[in-house]
């Protein structure tokens, strides 16, 4: 769903429209710059912690900041001598995955688009990183449409709606209560998680 969202495969038949636009009508460049994501495993580049920010420099000084200390980054960064120009290896394997996954938020938190995808985002991290991301992306992106692929179903339970797939097919889609009402596959796999 997600590789057809960003076109990255596209369709064969049936469309997806965002606000009534037809997404293949729209160039690539065009529609890739007003969708965010957040992946599984966090891309960063080898370069400066700024420019893994803020590569095209559209951001100010302070806007970065306000990022960082939104994304829970603000200490780590503040503490390193370099700062924003902190050396980042290749794939950013100086920071751990936690860090690069905030790193990522910040990302996002500066691009601020209407959409935000998480992929897996907190699938690969402890349990507190996965809290202060949830806790920021329900007030910083409150005004945004964020589809969350997740297997941790408490990152969801306050989703205003669930779509669970089986074998590629829609089975389910509606709020998480009902969802757990209708005791269907969500039901079965928020019992399993504990959660219902």
Same mark, same amino acid.
């Given at each position: 769903?997600? =590789? ?14 965002i ?23 966090? /891309?960063?580049?080898?370069?400066t912690l ?16 306000? *990022? =960082?200390? =939104?994304?829970h980054?603000?200490?780590? /960064? ?27 938020l910040?990302?996002a =938190? ?7 995808v998480?992929?897996? *985002?907190?699938?690969a991290i !402890?349990l507190?990183? !996965?809290d ?11 005004d ?36 757990i ?5 969500f039901?079965?796999?928020?019992? !399993?998680?504990?959660?219902?």
């Amino acid at each position: 769903m997600t =590789l057809c969202l960003f076109r990255i495969l596209e369709a064969v038949k049936g469309e997806i429209k965002i606000d009534g636009v037809r997404i293949s009508e729209i160039g690539l460049h065009d529609l890739r710059s007003k969708i965010t994501i957040i992946p599984q495993d966090p /891309v960063l580049f080898s370069g400066t912690l700024r420019m893994n920010l803020d590569p095209f420099n559209k951001y100010s000084e302070d806007e970065i900041w306000k *990022a =960082l200390e =939104l994304s829970h980054l603000k200490r780590f /960064v503040s503490s390193k001598p370099d700062k924003l120009e902190y050396e980042c290896s290749e794939g950013g394997e100086n920071l751990s995955v936690g860090q690069r996954q905030l790193v990522c938020l910040a990302r996002a =938190l500066l691009r601020k688009t209407r959409i935000l995808v998480l992929d897996e *985002a907190t699938a690969a991290i !402890d349990l507190e990183t !996965d809290d202060l991301i949830q806790m920021t992306i329900r007030t910083q992106f409150e005004d945004c449409t964020v589809l969350t692929i997740a297997h941790r179903l408490n990152t969801i339970m306050d989703y205003t709606r669930v779509l669970v797939l089986d074998k590629g097919t829609i089975a389910e889609f509606d709020t998480p209560s009902s969802l757990i009402a209708s005791r269907g596959i969500f039901y079965g796999m928020a019992k !399993d998680a504990g959660l219902a």
